[in-house]
């Protein structure tokens, strides 16, 4: 592990992979199991929502409760199914109990309700009921405990219930972000919460970084440094924060992907122009390709079988993707002439990936068989996309507020905000699955 890096290792890392331990710790294991696997009632088609559903998140009863109920809040409006019922429109106090009557004339469907105490033992103790207002019957009730300081992850744990409690479908408010920042002219990788929050800086300021990649399990991070004058390809376990190198040689070593089994796929010009290698996880190292041009960007499709990756043996930039049972490769994007930065979508139908349009980088989607291309961004000059882990929404760069920051779009470029803070320059946001 270089020096720069262990000196600022802060128990906090060990905190944000342990997001979902924290806010369950002190529990029976049962209550926090997720709503009842017997609930197959399915409120809300995700496929194909007719209407944003209209909710009312009534803030917790007290200390801290307002609190969690904005942040409870604030991650459904990201998801773009909700409408939200004005807290001055409640006729119903929060320390009341549900009265179905109460919220008929609100014409909402749905009311959360609870209440939060804040222990002797310095924790959070958290009750959330969901209501379904035309029936009047509890969708589910739960408890939820934290520490004091983890009040954010407990608010993403109880928006995740209300998400899958009524669309049979896990949001990605327990995921994490990583990526590189950049302050005084240095760049740090860092780890935050899905919506940006609780930044955690790993310390490695002494290196010229490009942005990670996530292993699958979400216990280590996959990244280039330059270091000592050779570029390196490096994984990081954020458990024990020990680094080894994956390679690391002469000429440009690039990260790409690691999948389930602990295979690490990159680019290197070590033999000449940049072509594709594969690291196995027992050690052995494959060549995948052999062109004098250039490829690069690897990345692995959810179940392994293919890798897509850039490479301008066609003359320009563009998107391939290569079979990984026998290495056979296809052509995925035609438009355009500079096509590079793919991304698999969670169910490996669709890959996300940057273009040029118009003069500047802007932001596609398009099917595995290379239907359906469809251009989501018009403002600035936006990169490094990648899809949330239930697949619904993509966070990217973007210089569109002048200088870089991680915004946040659904997967259909609708609804596209900014996450990191302002002043914060930071670039190459990647998503955990866990």
């Known amino acids: 592990m270089r020096e720069k890096a262990s000196r600022s290792l802060p128990g906090i890392i060990l905190t944000i992979l342990s997001v979902a331990f924290f806010v369950l710790c002190g529990a029976p294991p049962d209550i926090f199991s997720g709503p009842p696997a017997a609930q197959a009632k399915i409120y809300i088609d995700i496929t194909n929502p007719e209407r944003k559903v209209p909710i ?11 609190e969690i109920s904005k942040i409870v809040t604030d991650d459904l409006d990201y998801t773009g199914l909700f409408l939200f019922l004005d807290p001055k429109g409640f006729t119903e106090t929060p ?7 109460n919220w008929l004339s609100a014409q909402v469907d749905f009311v959360l309700k609870g209440t939060v105490a804040y222990t002797p033992e310095g924790e959070f103790e958290a009750q959330a009921t969901l209501y379904d207002v035309s029936s009047g019957d509890a969708i589910f009730s739960k408890k939820y405990s934290a520490a004091s300081d983890l009040i954010r992850p407990l608010a993403h744990s109880i928006a995740g219930d209300i998400y899958q409690a009524l669309t049979g479908a896990k949001g990605p408010f327990g995921s994490r972000l990583a990526f590189v920042t950049v302050s005084h002219g240095k760049r740090d990788l860092a780890i935050a919460d899905w919506d940006c929050r609780r930044i955690h800086h790993l310390g490695f300021r002494d290196e010229i970084l490009l942005p990670p990649r996530w292993s699958p399990d979400g216990n280590s991070l996959l990244y280039s440094a330059r270091s000592g004058g050779l570029w390196g390809v490096f994984l990081l376990n954020l458990r024990t924060m020990r680094e080894r190198a994956v ?7 690039l990260a790409g992907d690691i999948d389930a089994r602990g295979d690490v796929v990159f680019s290197s010009s070590v033999q000449g122009s940049p072509n594709l290698y594969e690291r196995l996880a027992g ?14 960007s690897p990345a692995f499709s959810p ?7 850039v490479s301008d043996r066609g003359g320009s930039p563009q998107i391939y993707i290569m079979k990984t049972n026998d290495y056979n490769i296809s052509r995925l994007t035609f438009s355009g ?14 890959l996300v990936f940057v273009g040029r349009y118009e003069g500047s980088n802007q932001i596609f989607t398009i099917k595995a068989d290379g239907s359906d291309l469809m251009l989501l961004t018009t403002t600035g000059n936006n990169e490094s996309p990648c899809f949330s882990p239930d697949g619904r929404l993509i966070a990217f760069t973007s210089n569109r507020g002048g200088h870089r920051a991680i915004y946040i779009m659904r997967a259909d470029g609708r609804g596209q905000k900014r996450l990191s803070p302002p002043g914060l320059e930071a670039y190459g946001p990647r998503w955990s699955n866990q």
């Open 247 to 253: 390679f690391r040689g002469a000429g440009t070593n």
């Open 56 to 66: 009312a998140i009534s803030p917790l009863a007290g200390l801290g409760g307002g």
């Open 337 to 350: 002439d500079y096509n590079t930065s793919p991304a698999w979508s969670p169910s490996g139908d669709r």
């Open 95 to 101: 320390e009341a109990p549900f009265q179905r009557a």
């Open 303 to 309: 179940d392994g079988s293919k890798i897509a990756f």
């Open 283 to 296: 050690g052995k190292l494959l060549r995948l390709t052999k062109t004098s041009g250039i490829d690069v």
